[in-house]
């Protein structure tokens, strides 16, 4: 069956360290996968994707990921962290073809940013 | 461009009540989907729709949650009758087919008393 982990609950990180919020999957294909952000009373943005191609993909607010097949990861990195990074944030596999279109969330990891 | 646009942003009911929640997607989009979001769950998928029609609502926790898209820029979940377990935040999101990237609304929290 399709599933995302994300092992850390919550993580907190000072202000303009350096952020590794782990996702792992399982999926039977070539998945595509996605990061997205929650703010506090917000829906979902989309940070970035990867669907294909080069492994090291950029995304919104100085955010990039790596897939990394061998380890079935989507790890999502920023060099530096700024206080308005706090939020939440969810790994999510999908599968696309044809008519389906749903995605399958992590639970999500909770950031927390010190001044 | 207008996103996803969901109504009511909050919702307080009594348990029993009926309870409308309504999405509009983002114009041009033709994959619409309806997730439930609580602590304990996390964000679950109830069902979604491709041009208009229910694709898969294995999703929907039970008789008493039903969803309608009558057209292509609008749709409802409605939960008859309401209780205190379906507290949680609901959204909507909106997807080209081929595009693959999902659009979420703000969601609507609802709190069932």
């Known amino acids: 069956a399709q599933s995302v982990t994300q092992p850390d609950i919550h993580i907190t990180v000072s202000e303009g360290a350096s952020l590794e919020l782990r996702c792992n999957y399982s999926y039977g294909a070539t998945p595509y996968l996605f990061w997205y952000v929650q703010s506090p009373g917000q829906g979902l943005q989309l940070l970035l994707k990867y669907f294909s191609g080069d492994t090291l993909v950029q995304g919104i607010k100085g955010f990039e990921a790596e897939f990394k097949r061998s380890q079935s990861s989507f790890n999502l990195r920023k060099p530096s962290v700024h206080w308005s990074d706090a939020a939440e944030y969810f790994c999510?596999?999908?599968?696309?073809?044809?008519?389906?279109?749903?995605?399958?969330f992590g639970k999500g990891t909770k950031l927390s940013v010190k001044p | 461009d207008a996103g996803v646009i969901q109504s009511p942003r909050h919702e307080v009911t009594e348990m029993g009540q009926e309870v409308t929640l309504r999405c509009k997607p983002i114009?041009?989009?033709?994959?619409l989907f309806w997730y439930r979001q609580t602590m304990m769950r996390g964000l679950e998928l109830l069902i979604y729709?491709?041009?208009?029609?229910?694709?898969?609502d294995s999703g929907m926790p039970e008789d008493r949650f039903s969803a309608k898209m009558p057209n292509a820029s609008f749709s409802t979940l409605k939960i008859q009758p309401s209780e205190p377990r379906d507290s949680a935040v609901y959204f909507c999101?909106?997807?080209?087919?081929?595009?693959?990237?999902?659009?979420f609304g703000p969601g609507t929290r609802l709190l069932v008393l």
């Open positions: 999101a909106s997807t080209l087919a081929g595009e693959e990237t999902q659009y």
């Open positions: 729709f491709n041009n208009n029609v229910p694709i898969d």
């Open positions: 999510a596999v999908g599968n696309y073809g044809g008519s389906q279109g749903n995605l399958i």
């Open positions: 114009s041009g989009h033709n994959s």
